[in-house]
């Protein structure tokens, strides 16, 4: 239902929004309405077409060769190893080991400080144990078991005041696995119909968060205990609703640009290609990017913001595209001795 191609595509899309929102959030800035400051603000969509392609993919696999041993072995390979060996590497250069105790190991060890990986292991876990659990053909029990979780799990982060980006992407991955289950069973009507009330749902919530924040600024502006208590703590149920519709308008082109493939024209293709390449390397990428902004940073102090952002971004480009053809290579043998 989603090409390859397309799902690397969006996955190269995705770390650049990511990379943009990040870099952008640490130049100097005082004025919230500046380009930087609303660039800042796009990382959760990044995290949102990753959550959406993880779901899909990890579905669209197991229904093809259900959940065993090699199953389970692949996601330790490509997702949760590479995670442990680099930012273990990191923190060797950085010092990070130093004088740890016994819960910053185990933050490391589970992903705390990489946030988006932490809230992925436990999606891989949430899955693995619905998948096991239903025993039906259709999987639907599953995708029950995985939409009770990822709420329980959004609010056991909300109750522990966790940070709201960590609980505005948790229902992407749910969305991504219901699409792979829905397979070619949706036509283009369809797709186009939840296309609009995707942009629908977004545009009407967009409006509303302006106007929440209207509300905030007038009453900080004069002084004044917030008015409607209720509609101002929307803020968050507001959030999650603009990226769950967002994830819908995400996940409806992907299905799209499958379906038109064949039709893409050259450039299309080309553009697709080096989006795709960008994608194979994306969780390298996301796990370097900030380490390599800050030696760069320190390097070129002399030097603005962007160039130094510019220059980070290659390398840290570079450096993933190279250590991603090596980790795929060394992960392709190790399954085929497996």
């Known amino acids: 239902m989603i090409d390859s191609k397309v ?71 490509n ?26 190991i185990v933050n490391y060890l ?18 693995i144990c619905a998948w096991l ?19 329980l799990m959004m609010w056991m982060l909300y109750t522990r005041s966790f940070t709201d980006f960590w609980i ?15 397979g070619g069973r949706i036509g283009k009507k369809s797709i186009w119909a939840a296309s609009l009330i995707s942009i629908a749902g977004m545009s009407g919530l967009h409006l509303l968060q302006n106007r929440i924040s209207a509300v905030r600024t007038y009453n900080a502006s004069y ?25 819908g308008a995400v996940i409806c082109v992907a299905v799209l640009l499958s379906k038109l493939l064949n039709d893409v024209t050259r450039k299309g293709d080309i553009v697709c290609l080096l989006l795709g390449i960008l994608g194979e390397a994306s969780l390298f990428i996301y796990l370097i990017h900030t380490a390599v902004y800050w030696q760069v940073r320190v390097r070129m102090p002399e030097h603005g913001i962007v160039p130094v952002s510019l220059v980070a971004a290659i390398i840290a480009v570079a450096v993933s595209l190279v250590l991603n053809y090596l980790w795929t290579h060394l992960t392709s043998y190790m399954l085929k001795r497996s």
């Open 7 to 77: 799902s690397k595509a969006l996955r190269g899309i995705a770390i650049i929004i990511v990379i943009m929102s990040h870099y952008a959030g640490w130049m100097p800035s005082d004025d919230p309405a500046s380009v930087r400051a609303v660039i800042s603000e796009w990382g959760p969509y990044g995290v949102d077409i990753f959550f959406a392609i993880s779901g899909y993919g990890l579905m669209r696999s197991a229904m093809k060769r259900g959940v065993d041993k090699r199953f389970i072995l692949s996601r330790f390979l």
């Open 79 to 104: 997702s949760y190893l590479p995670y442990v060996i680099t930012v273990g590497v990191l923190k060797l250069i950085q010092g990070g080991f130093l004088g740890i105790d016994r819960r910053g």
């Open 110 to 127: 589970i992903g705390y400080d990489y946030w988006y990986m932490m809230i992925q292991f436990a999606f891989y876990a949430i899955f």
């Open 133 to 151: 659990i239903d025993r039906t053909r259709k999987h639907m029990v599953a995708l029950m078991i995985m939409t009770v979780m990822s709420l």
């Open 168 to 182: 505005l992407s948790d229902l992407a991955f749910v969305m991504g696995v219901g699409t792979a289950l829905a």
């Open 223 to 247: 002084g004044m205990m917030p008015v409607g208590d209720g509609f101002l703590d929307m803020k968050l149920p507001v959030a999650i609703g603009f990226n769950i519709f967002f994830t």
